[in-house]
């Protein structure tokens, strides 16, 4: 049987490269006949850049302002006059140096994926794709912006060189800026923010949103993406770009399709299956890909939070959770690779005890 190995990133956990070795150690453990086709994929999260990566390109690094000041190395990739970055390797989570916390939620900015950038821009790239994603900040893209201000003299200047070039946010989700199902409610409380500092963000974000359509004259807030990363997604749509779909967009970039094609089975997973996981991100828009194919999808993820009606709906066959697994958190978390591994053995032996599958 020919499997297509396929997750995104395990949070802080496990790069998508390294739950892609896991998950096929662990299957070929059970099933050393299967042809394995390890397709590691991103939806514009943290690992966007090294997935993009491996379908070609040099792979630069630029030092930048993180998300509390002080410095970072960020990767990104220039292939031609194509630039990829990843919001993540600027202001990720896993920049804070600790847990979120309320002051992280609020201090928290993303001055350096405007760095990033700039680099890009003096690279020479005509298309910057920005993969977003994994962010610790809910700034709107304000950092981003006063970052390009400073490089280029003026807010003015900086809008129109970058509208020079091809710009696209390559988004993990539809969410807008603003309001119930915007940047700060939804993804606050996974920042560190408490419900007064949910309140602080939204309404920061609500006179940043006036601000940027001022500058810009464009009203992006309620534009779908544009809370994607903490709104970073808010600026670069009133700088002009095209909202893209990440996962597409690694699609595309690693010719998935293809790979795809010759599959009878795709194992996909990401941190936390739940209903966030609808809203356009890696599994399901795979698994959708898959199901019109008309081949099966297993899903492992770090915690499965929907129902079997919830992700059945969403083409996926079956859903295993790794905490449930490994039997705790923390246990999931500090031996995360070995327990993916036995993970996917035990999926690989119910597959085998089956005889129709899934």
């Known amino acids: ?28 453990e059970v099933r050393p006949d299967d042809q394995l086709i390890e397709a590691p994929q991103s939806d514009g999260g943290p690992g966007f850049v090294d997935v993009i990566a491996a379908a070609g390109g040099v792979v630069r690094t630029a030092v930048v302002e993180g998300p509390l000041g002080g410095s970072v190395t960020a990767r990104w990739l220039l292939d031609g006059t194509d630039a990829y970055l990843e919001s993540a390797q600027a202001c990720g989570l896993g ?9 992280t939620a609020r201090d ?19 298309r910057i794709v920005v993969g977003l994603g994994g962010s610790s900040c809910t700034d709107g893209g304000r950092g981003l912006v006063e970052a390009l201000a400073d490089e280029f003299g003026g807010v003015e200047a900086a809008v129109a060189r970058v509208r020079e070039v091809e710009l696209i946010a390559a988004t993990d989700v539809v969410h807008p800026l603003l309001g119930e199902h915007g940047a700060a409610s939804v993804f606050g409380p996974q920042k560190g923010a408490d419900p007064e500092t949910v309140s602080f963000l ?25 809370g994607a990363a903490g709104g970073i997604g808010a600026a670069l749509l009133a700088l002009g770009a095209t909202r893209e779909s990440g996962a597409a967009v690694v699609a595309q970039r690693t010719r998935r399709d293809r790979q795809l094609a010759s599959a009878q089975l795709v194992i996909t997973g990401e941190g936390r299956l739940d209903h966030q996981s609808l809203q356009g991100k890696l599994v399901t828009e795979l698994s959708a890909a898959a199901r019109r194919r008309s081949i099966p999808t297993l899903v492992l993820a770090g915690q499965v939070l929907l129902d079997s009606a919830e992700f059945e709906g969403a083409g996926i066959d079956e859903a295993l959770s790794l905490v449930s697994h490994a039997g705790s958190v923390e246990r999931a978390m500090t031996d ?7 993970l996917a053995s ?8 089956s005889a129709t599958g899934l």
């Open 95 to 103: 920049l804070l140096g600790g847990p979120p916390t309320r002051s």
């Open 1 to 28: 049987m020919r499997v297509m190995i396929a997750p995104d990133s395990f949070g802080g956990t496990l790069t998508a490269i390294e739950a892609t070795a896991a998950i096929s150690a662990g299957w070929a």
């Open 346 to 353: 035990t999926a690989a032996l119910r597959w085998r005890s």
């Open 108 to 126: 928290a900015h993303s001055r350096g994926v405007g760095q990033l950038m700039v680099a890009a821009l003096d690279a020479g790239a005509q």
């Open 202 to 226: 939204e309404d920061r974000n609500a006179e940043w949103a006036g601000r940027l359509r001022a500058i810009t004259s464009r009203d992006v807030s309620a534009w779908p993406g544009a």
């Open 336 to 342: 995360a690779y070995l327990q993916l591994r036995d």
